[in-house]
């Protein structure tokens, strides 16, 4: 009779799975193999296990969360930082792939509302090509950057092919964005809602659907804490600390920041309106831009939650 440990904990590396309930006191390990996986879906049914926490492990675990949610599984992939605090929060310090698996396990137990990304192969496709974007930018930002100082005519050139050559993988990259947003509906859909906003052009709509699928499904906190703009107290007895940002996405924050400034100094005249009273009751200027993407967070959850594009009368901001 299959024990019923309703959730596991799953360690990823690169050649295996450490894995364990915690309500049934089991654990093993899996290779990554075909053998593996299946030995691993065996296993899980065996023990009843209907959810799966994981760490992000720079997209090791994709393959895993994809394979155990086409098995009806619920998957949260998890910040890998959140799970190492609370593990020395309790007091437990050592460390390896089968106490990690137990960590994890316990976390999710802890925080059973866990839920992660809707798995689906084409938002992790576009991730991956908005990833694949951001990390061609800052190589061509490096490289613009070494030209800065004058350098022997071989090294210029050399600089100067290199950045030809990712100049134009970027523009390439950039067209199969284009044409993963116009291929799907539902990504099409919510661009056009998204670029309805002044200020908000492509980079930041591709950007918003690729990284924070949740966005129109969640309660407006929630959105802004996946983004990770949401202030946190830092207050003790009497005193009152200075407000923080932590965690979140920070890929989809830096992509947004930029955009953000833009709309609240030029191009949207509500935000714009927000930013210049925030900075009237003496915020600096950064934590205005901060409140300034939390607010618009915030508009765009309810305008993808009903369908609306930008409307200046409903989206005043008090």
């Not at 993988?169 to 906003?197: M, P």
Request: hydrophobic letters at 45%; a positive charge.
């Amino acid at each position: 009779m299959a024990q019923r440990g309703g959730l596991v904990g799953i360690d990823v590396s690169k050649g295996k799975v450490d894995v364990a309930i915690r309500s049934a006191a089991a654990a093993a390990t899996f290779t990554d193999s075909p053998e593996g996986r299946r030995e691993l879906l065996k296993w899980l049914t065996q023990h009843g296990v209907r959810k799966a926490v994981m760490e992000a492990t720079g997209g090791y675990e994709q393959k895993w969360a994809k394979l155990l949610g086409k098995a009806g599984m619920e998957v949260a992939i998890v910040d890998p930082k959140r799970v190492r605090h609370f593990a020395k929060s309790a007091g437990r310090l050592a460390k390896n792939d089968p106490i990690d698996a137990q960590m994890i396990a316990w976390f999710g137990e802890v925080f059973d509302d866990l839920t992660g990304k809707p798995l689906d192969d084409e938002r992790q496709e576009l991730e991956q090509l908005v990833t694949a974007r951001l990390g061609a930018v800052r190589l061509k930002e490096q490289i613009e950057s070494w030209g800065e100082h004058e350098q022997p005519k071989v090294v210029q050139k050399t600089h100067q092919a290199l950045l030809k050559a990712v100049v134009a993988e970027l523009g390439k990259l950039e067209v199969a964005i284009a044409a993963k947003i116009e291929k799907v509906d539902r990504f099409a859909e919510r661009a056009e809602i998204i670029q309805s906003v002044p200020g908000l052009a492509d980079v930041a709509a591709t950007g918003l659907i690729a990284f924070l699928p949740e966005l129109g499904r969640v309660d407006r906190q929630a959105a802004s804490a996946l983004v990770g703009a949401a202030p946190f107290d830092d207050d003790s007895g009497e005193r009152r600390g200075e407000r923080h940002i932590k965690g979140g996405r920070k890929k989809l924050r830096k992509l947004l920041y930029m955009p953000i400034v833009g709309a609240a100094t030029q191009h949207n005249p509500v935000l714009k309106a927000y930013y210049q009273r925030l900075l009237a009751r003496g915020k600096k200027a950064k934590v205005a831009f901060m409140a300034c993407m939390r607010k618009l967070i915030s508009i765009l959850n309810a305008m993808l939650a009903r369908g609306e594009k930008w409307d200046p009368t409903k989206h005043a901001i008090a």
